[in-house]
């Protein structure tokens, strides 16, 4: 297997692909993470079609919720898709858990709170599209990532 360096702007596309699929999640949006994705790729041991239909299921739950914050942690993937990123999302559905988290904001792997929905993936890119999604269980935070923390009312 020969390896390639990755070009300028393919790292650019990849970037922009993977910060379309952030905010997807970040704001429910079905059809971005539909555009994002890759027709033969593999997500989370489904294809597309089947993906996208557990996501529409997720998004219908979050909508039901009562979210008052959400919060983007980033890292890369050590396990099965090493160097893969890695994006956790974690939805505050309290306005108590609001005013903990800012004393003390989640960093990227931090135990899920019993007032917070959590997701976690290991996100692969090629040529602008997210080729696969995985499950991440062992992650570290980089030093280039920040955490950011935007206030949304989903409903």
Same mark, same amino acid.
């Given at each position: 297997?020969?390896?390639?360096?990755?070009?300028?702007?393919?790292?650019?596309?990849?970037?922009?692909?993977?910060?379309? $699929?952030?905010?997807?999640? +970040?704001?429910?949006?079905?059809?971005? +993470?539909?555009?994002?994705?890759?027709?033969?790729?593999?997500?989370?041991?489904?294809?597309?079609?089947?993906?996208?239909?557990?996501?529409?299921?997720?998004?219908?739950?979050?909508?039901?919720?009562?979210?008052?914050?959400?919060?983007?942690?980033?890292?890369?993937?050590?396990?099965?898709?090493?160097?893969?990123?890695?994006?956790?999302?974690?939805?505050?559905?309290? $306005?108590?858990? $609001?005013?903990?988290?800012?004393?003390?904001?989640?960093?990227?792997?931090?135990?899920?709170?019993?007032?917070?929905?959590?997701?976690? $993936?290991?996100?692969?890119?090629?040529?602008?599209?997210?080729?696969?999604?995985?499950?991440?269980?062992?992650?570290?935070?980089?030093?280039?990532?920040?955490?950011?923390?935007?206030?949304?009312?989903?409903?």
């Amino acid at each position: 297997m020969k390896i390639k360096r990755v070009s300028y702007y393919e790292k650019i596309a990849n970037s922009k692909a993977l910060d379309c $699929f952030m905010f997807s999640l +970040v704001h429910p949006n079905i059809d971005a +993470v539909k555009n994002v994705l890759d027709n033969d790729g593999e997500f989370l041991g489904k294809d597309k079609i089947m993906f996208l239909g557990k996501m529409n299921s997720f998004f219908y739950k979050l909508k039901n919720e009562n979210i008052v914050n959400v919060s983007i942690n980033r890292g890369i993937c050590l396990d099965k898709m090493a160097g893969s990123d890695v994006l956790e999302i974690r939805y505050a559905t309290s $306005f108590s858990f $609001f005013d903990e988290f800012d004393n003390n904001p989640n960093e990227l792997g931090d135990a899920k709170h019993e007032d917070e929905i959590v997701v976690r $993936f290991s996100v692969s890119l090629l040529h602008g599209k997210v080729v696969r999604i995985g499950s991440a269980r062992k992650y570290r935070k980089t030093e280039n990532c920040q955490t950011d923390n935007l206030m949304l009312n989903l409903n």
